[in-house]
């Protein structure tokens, strides 16, 4: 096994482990008993159908989340903006949904609102590529910033153009069962959007490791200058690479409005772009570990809300939970990069030797 890819795997474990290590501590000062409550946590996903399936519904956004940062991150961009690419594609989504369900036939309805769902969230993105690549400005602000924008312009919509027909909540009327994303596993809400995006989470690997784009967006994530002196426009690549983040954010919004929600309303789901942003930091930014680690986020929220109902423990255990073991994920970073300056300096010391 490659040195690296061991590292990678025992810190991420060792990170899960000291993350519900310290959780436990927690749970203990609440006078509750922690083996109790992981126990309670675990049996409760699997206890029926139901419950098993909602773990891939809620890991379904969070992996296009998780791949909007992972993307731009490769090329050494940080997009800090995926809620709100999230908020555009949620507002294309049910706006398109609205103007053709019932009208269109449906798996061509679909087909209609993803297409304009991805461009969009694309273009939204894009923007922020662009004043990267034209004005030198920090992605990091620019990415975060937008996201109060986006805000802004989903609430006004929602309380003018979009509301509810009775004009009496912040919401948009329900849409018309023809644009819903049909479920595939009888008795649960799994739909079809989960198999989307892991198949989006499988192109999007394919992209970044198979294809001369992804080679020369990770060759500029390794050093933009050499990637520069090699021929490749950078600040193209900043674009390309936005709007491709952008669009896979808006996916979440696509799937939350037409899988789940089935209409959209203010105050829609506000931590899909952080939780999206911490699982590409546990999955070190590879897309098929974003799936896994998508899965394992879904399972800690399934049962972190029945754990709360049915054991007395805040289900906020379950994010406190998830913040420690990213916080210890991210000092597993510092571990692998001393473990890897140690190999270094052996095979150094080797080569002098000889």
Known sequence: MNAKFRDLLLTTFLAIVLGLGLSAVMILFLGKNPLDAFGLLFTSIIRDQYTFGDIFVKATPLIFTALSFAFTFKANLFNIGAQGQFYIGAVIAVWSSLLMGGKVPGPLALLIVLILTAVGGGIWGALIGYFKARFNANEFLTSMMSTYVALAIMNYLLRTVLMEKKGEYPQTDALNESV???????????????????????????????????????????????????????????????????????????????????????????????????????????????????????????????????????????????????????????????????????????????
Request: proline share 3%; hydrophobic share 50%; charged share 15%.
């Open 180 to 354: 819903w994303l049909p479920t595939f596993v009888p008795g649960t809400r799994l739909h079809i959007g989960f198999i989307l995006a892991v198949l989006v989470a499988v192109g999007i690997w394919v992209l970044l490791y198979k294809t001369p784009l992804g080679y020369r967006i990770r060759a500029v994530g390794y050093n933009a200058d050499a990637a520069r002196m090699s021929g490749i426009d950078a600040k193209k690549l900043y674009v390309i690479a936005f709007f491709i983040s952008g669009a896979l954010a808006a996916g979440a919004g696509y799937t939350e409005v037409n899988g789940v929600q089935h209409m959209l309303l203010q105050g829609f789901n506000p931590d899909i772009g952080s939780a999206g942003l911490g699982i590409a930091i546990l999955a070190n930014a590879n897309p098929i570990g974003i799936i896994f680690a998508s899965i394992l986020f879904g399972a800690l929220n399934v049962g972190g809300t029945i754990m709360g109902q049915m054991s007395g423990i805040p289900s906020s255990i379950i994010e406190l939970m998830e913040g420690f073991v990213m916080v210890f994920v991210i000092l597993s970073y510092f571990v692998r990069a001393r473990l890897e300056n140690r190999r270094e300096k052996r095979k150094l010391q080797k080569k002098v030797e000889e």
